[in-house]
């Protein structure tokens, strides 16, 4: 059996101006699987860490320059090797920031790919089929690079597989309407060439995925009339065969494909009974609509379907159980799971009995489990053995999932609260997983659909489990702001690892729009309250900052330019320090809240378009909260460990950008906030001070933790380290 799991964005796409390219020409696995290199279509090398959907580094050729093939990684030697303008190999290590500046050598001949697999050597494939081991090229860059392919005949795939010890390439190439199949040996080399049988007048490959399976290659085909055709190649087989060899093959699936043909479609083999297909219409699904679909060899089954939003560019990746497919103008990460199929499985006739050790299937997937591979904790300890009549008067009261289910399309708050109650007490950790998700939906679903039945305590018992996400139940945090319960709010912000920037934003605009009032009449956490009355009760002392900002030397950072402009100084806001001194525009309760916000994940392109959608008062107050707490995290008299959940400096900086730039013109056509910009703009100068300072002095700290202490220090000694 085969599920997809609620996906998430790596990066944004700058698609073709015509739209048919994605701008993306390859990802390549990197150090580990939560590492990918993703190479656009013209200069650029970027380095993500999938988990965090954060770019961890990029790599950009001079302008007139462009890269000709992905980039990949190579683990051997921990360096990075990539093509440009078909003939130029770079090479460069995570360190360096110019590629200008790294090694590169010249070839004799037009590359068409480079190709690695872990552990092994970096292959290099020519455009006339030759093909060279990276050390022997850069032994000697200018060798000769033997014709392989004839007149007209060009590669239009490749890919290398390992079988045993043996590594291959495989590559397809086109000649006058025929496609030809190479398989390369490497070491010893021999080379083998198949002919593919021709389909329809006038119809070529879309897509091709090939696998190594009990020393057979398994190369897939699919054409634009949705035939997935198979074929079976032994690697047995030694030396290099002159002939072009029959290439057999058989009809594995006849895809859908409505009106017409496909045009951009791609088939990606998962392991031996299941394929994935991207850009092929769903069955059951109208016309106009692309799908990333996993079907079942074995059993001509489609076992899972996603729709996917916006243009499908007929390109799929696959990576440790994760989908990437560039869509529309995103490049999205699906994680998706196949499990061994049966007949009974898939014929959806499997047994359902479970033993005490059998692990149930999980319908809402672990975030956790899903990005980072986290093992399940172990189960709730074993009650102590109880009497007959104990056991008799609990199994009544106890209720099975499916029981419950039922309960609460009719049952009251209290009869549902109860029986959840009940249901924890004999439920292991591992079946949580599923049962958290189902008991939540069904309670949201019923909650939206009747106004007057809200069980409050028995969602957030369900949060507190920390078993459920957002992407299983997307409804809850808006039936809480719609509900205005802001402790199930404040829950959900805590625990919920994937909330979308959407619904961030609709929280922060709740948040920031309510009155004092309001939000003291809600019962919050009470570390958050904690916080911020320790946060307010202490007085401000001007003498006592830090972290690069000092107020009596802020206008000395801000004179003139050198261009002659004026720039705008503080002396004419800071006559008086009391008058600016960090007072908290906002109530505590309020306060807590917004501390939640602060410390919710995002990405920033995703999060910009949906803070414009805040009023202007919104935004100063907001503005105004944030000084605030700058200051106070700027004094000496402030606690160092100030709380798990409480904001960061740099979280406070970065949010204080975001707003800026999502309402620059509105906030500096205002006059009322010029003095509120003025100071923002010496907290970031100082900020911007302090980190050019701290770069200043890092080879120096480097050095000292390469230093070996002295080890007959004794009880007591004085070392002097010099700084140079």
Not at 210 to 231: F, I, T, W
Not at 383 to 402: F, G, M, V
Not at 582 to 604: F, Q
């Amino acid at each position: 059996m085969a599920a997809l799991y609620e996906g998430y964005t790596l990066c944004g796409l700058v698609p073709s101006p015509n739209q048919s390219l994605s701008g993306i020409q390859g990802i390549e696995i990197e150090r580990d699987n939560d590492h990918v290199i993703v190479t656009d279509s013209t200069r650029s090398v970027t380095l993500y860490k999938v988990s965090d959907q954060k770019p961890l580094g990029s790599w950009t050729v001079k302008q007139g320059q462009s890269l000709t093939c992905p980039a990949v990684y190579n683990s051997e030697s921990k360096e990075y090797v990539a093509v440009t303008d078909k003939k130029v190999i770079r090479i460069w290590k995570d360190e360096d920031m110019l590629l200008d500046k790294t090694f590169k050598a010249t070839v004799s001949s037009d590359i068409w790919c480079l190709h690695c697999i872990s552990g092994r050597e970096p292959v290099v494939l020519f455009q006339n089929g030759a093909i060279r081991l990276l050390d022997a090229l850069l032994a000697a860059p200018q060798q000769t690079v033997e014709d392989i392919l004839g007149p007209d005949e060009s590669i239009r795939w490749s890919t290398n597989v390992v079988a045993e010890t043996q590594q291959f390439v495989i590559f397809t190439t086109e000649q006058k309407g025929d496609h030809l199949v190479y398989l390369q040996r490497l070491n010893p080399s021999s080379l083998q060439r198949y002919r593919l049988e021709r389909e329809e007048p006038g119809l070529s490959p879309l897509s091709f995925s090939a696998c190594c399976k009990d020393q057979h290659v398994y190369l897939l085909c699919l054409y634009p009339n949705g035939h997935l055709y198979q074929s079976v190649i032994p690697v047995r087989s030694q030396g290099t065969v002159e002939a072009t060899l029959a290439f057999p093959r058989s009809l594995l699936l006849k895809l859908p494909v409505n009106e017409g043909f496909l045009e951009a479609a791609s088939v990606k083999i998962l392991d031996e009974a299941h394929i994935a297909v991207v850009g092929v219409p769903h069955p059951s699904a109208g016309a106009g609509k692309d799908f990333l679909c996993v079907w079942n060899t074995n059993f001509q089954t489609l076992q899972a379907g996603k729709e996917m939003a916006g243009k499908i560019y007929g390109q799929l990746w696959s990576y440790s159980n994760k989908f990437f497919i560039p869509h529309g103008k995103t490049l999205s990460v699906i994680p998706y799971e196949c499990t061994k199929s049966s007949l009974a499985s898939a014929l959806g006739k499997l047994s359902q009995a479970k033993t005490e050790g059998s692990k149930a299937p999980a319908s809402v997937p672990s975030w956790n489990t899903i990005l980072h591979g986290e093992v399940a904790p172990p189960p709730l300890a074993k009650q102590p053995r109880e009497t007959r009549t104990q056991r008799k008067s609990q199994s009544a009261a106890i209720l099975t999932l499916d029981q419950i289910l039922e309960l609460i399309k009719s049952a009251t708050e209290e009869e549902v609260q109860k029986a959840v109650d009940g249901f924890f007490t004999r439920a292991y950790i591992q079946d949580l997983q599923s049962s958290v998700g189902q008991l939540a939906s069904s309670i949201v679903s019923r909650s939206l659909d009747e106004p007057s039945f809200y069980p409050s305590g028995t969602l957030a018992k369900l949060v507190r489990t920390q078993c459920l996400f957002h992407s299983g139940c997307p409804n809850l945090v808006l039936l809480a702001l719609e509900k205005k319960d802001y402790f199930l709010c404040q829950l959900c912000l805590q625990f919920f690892q994937d909330i979308p920037e959407a619904v961030t934003c609709t929280c922060l605009r709740a948040f920031i729009g309510m009155s004092d009032t309001e939000a003291k009449q809600a019962n919050l956490d009470e570390g958050s309250i904690s916080f911020m009355e320790s946060l307010t009760s202490l007085e401000p002392d001007r003498a006592d900052l830090q972290n690069g900002f000092n107020p009596a030397t802020v206008e000395d950072s801000m004179d003139p330019n050198s261009s002659g402009e004026p720039v705008l100084k503080t002396s004419e806001v800071d006559k008086n320090w009391k008058s600016w001194c960090p007072v908290c525009p906002v109530g505590i309760h309020k306060a807590a809240l917004l501390n939640e916000i602060l410390l919710t994940a995002y990405s920033d392109s995703f999060l910009l378009p949906h803070l414009k959608d805040l009023s202007s008062q919104h935004v100063i107050l907001f503005l105004q909260y944030l000084q605030f707490l700058y200051l106070k995290y700027s004094q000496d008299a402030v606690p160092r460990d100030l709380g798990f959940r409480s904001p960061t400096l740099p979280q406070i900086m970065d949010w204080v950008c975001l707003l800026l730039d999502s309402h620059f013109t509105v906030l500096v056509m205002s006059p009322e906030v010029k003095d509120l910009l003025i100071r923002l703009q010496s907290y970031v100068q100082s900020q911007v001070k302090l980190y050019s300072e701290l770069g200043k002095i890092e080879s120096s700290l480097k050095e000292l933790d390469k230093m070996k202490p002295n080890k007959d220090a004794g009880l007591y000694s004085i070392e002097i380290i010099e700084l140079f």
